[in-house]
């Protein structure tokens, strides 16, 4: 019976750990998925592109704004944002590491809800999410 009471405590602990875990991940970042992306951009949360502006112009999500994660200037926006605001940050694909290169930029600066959409571009654009750009033409979806 004892060890049953040690068995249960250290499970509630475990899992304990584990939702506090998660509630500091959403209250502070991390990586979305693609739907987790979709409900952020829904409810209005701030994307931000970190490809370069040649990128960025041919094709973006639709309403995000850019700050190439290797410019030296940092953008108006950035500087008026609010630090403990949701900011999503992107790139192409789950192979470029821009998006992390530019959240580890964005928390020196002091933002505290940084989270990386991993898909990037290709996979919103696979979604027939909403984009914008040249590659569109005068039209956007």
Request: a positive charge.
């Amino acid at each position: 019976m004892r060890r049953l009471g040690v068995i249960l405590v250290f499970a509630f602990l475990f899992l304990a750990t584990g939702l506090l875990t998660f509630a500091a991940t959403t209250s502070q970042g991390g990586d979305l998925t693609l739907a987790q992306a979709r409900a952020s951009y829904d409810q209005g949360v701030l994307f931000v592109d970190a490809r370069t502006q040649a990128t960025y112009d041919y094709l973006h999500i639709k309403g995000a704004l850019l700050f190439y994660a290797n410019a030296i200037e940092v953008p108006e926006f950035v500087i008026r944002l609010e630090k403990d605001a949701p900011v999503v940050v992107y790139c192409g694909s789950k192979k470029c590491h821009m998006s992390s290169i530019l959240a580890k930029r964005l928390a020196k600066m002091g933002f505290k809800r940084i989270f990386k959409f991993e898909g990037g571009i290709r996979d919103w654009n696979e979604a027939n999410y909403p984009m914008e750009g040249t590659a569109l033409g005068p039209k956007t979806r």
